[in-house]
């Protein structure tokens, strides 16, 4: 709005000039008769000169006032697009977050190479079939009564939580790729995160299905919990 206001002087000069050059049209024959033409057209040309002068100035004025709107615009275009850079990954009392995981990667991948790309849709794959064995298998034990069975929840977690660790090492290395340099090393390591990832998968489903298969045949007794807890143990060992 201040800008604006920049195109006030203009604006009343020419106001003034058309005002004074409508007067003097209508006083013509007095002026003519009183004055001469010769006054006449000096006032008519006074009150021209007048009006070009305060159209100038508006036109400058216009000019100055879009320009400095479009430099604010692209200022605040600029603070939104840093305010948009994702923020350091970081663990939080150890513990990432996966809202915070998934706004990342799409954030970077958005501006990764073509090539690159596609991992992008497999990492959420990725993703979405973890949060699927989660709600299965607490599905499965609400649904059985098999509170003492809680630990393999505990397990899915930490699970998911090195798949967390995984895509911030994607998150890192996809921030730190130089385009000037070859693209196949990065294509490499995005690669074997996902190979990891698929084995950590490859657990949660194990375990899952240790799990359906101990409910079916055991009942919810701690009879043979412990062959459960021996299988956790050894998933556990085996997590990478």
């Not at 915070?100 to 990667?105: A, D, G, N, V, Y």
């Not at 079939?129 to 599905?139: E, H, I, K, V």
């Not at 009564?145 to 930490?158: N, W, Y």
């Not at 990065?186 to 084995?199: G, I, K, S």
Request: hydrophobic share 45%; charged share 20%; proline share 3%.
């Amino acid at each position: 709005m201040k800008n604006w206001k920049k195109l006030l002087p203009g604006l009343g000069i020419a106001a003034a000039a058309l005002v004074a050059r409508l007067l003097v049209g209508g006083a013509e024959n007095d002026i003519l008769i009183n004055s001469g033409a010769k006054t006449y057209r000096a006032l008519l040309w006074a009150a021209r000169i007048g009006l070009l002068a305060g159209l100038g100035l508006l036109a400058i004025g216009v000019v100055s006032a879009v320009l400095k709107q479009r430099q604010v615009q692209a200022a605040a275009a600029a603070q939104q697009k840093v305010s948009r850079k994702p923020a350091p990954l970081s663990a939080a009392d150890g513990r990432f977050n996966e809202p915070e995981i998934r706004s990342h990667l799409l954030s970077l991948f958005s501006s990764s190479p073509a090539r690159a790309v596609p991992y992008l849709e497999a990492f959420q794959a990725q993703l979405d079939r973890m949060n699927g064995y989660q709600a299965r298998l607490t599905q499965l034990l609400d649904q059985n009564g098999a509170q003492d069975l809680r630990e393999a929840e505990s397990f899915l977690d930490r699970v998911e939580q090195n798949m967390f660790g995984t895509m911030r090492r994607v998150y890192n290395l996809l921030m730190m790729y130089d385009e000037a340099q070859p693209i196949q090393p990065l294509l490499d390591q995005l690669a074997e995160a996902q190979a990891h990832n698929d084995r950590a998968l490859d657990q949660a489903s194990r375990l899952c299905a240790a799990m359906t298969e101990y409910v079916n045949s055991q009942g919810a007794s701690s009879d043979a919990y412990g062959s459960v807890e021996q299988f956790i143990q050894i998933l556990q060992e085996e997590l990478v």
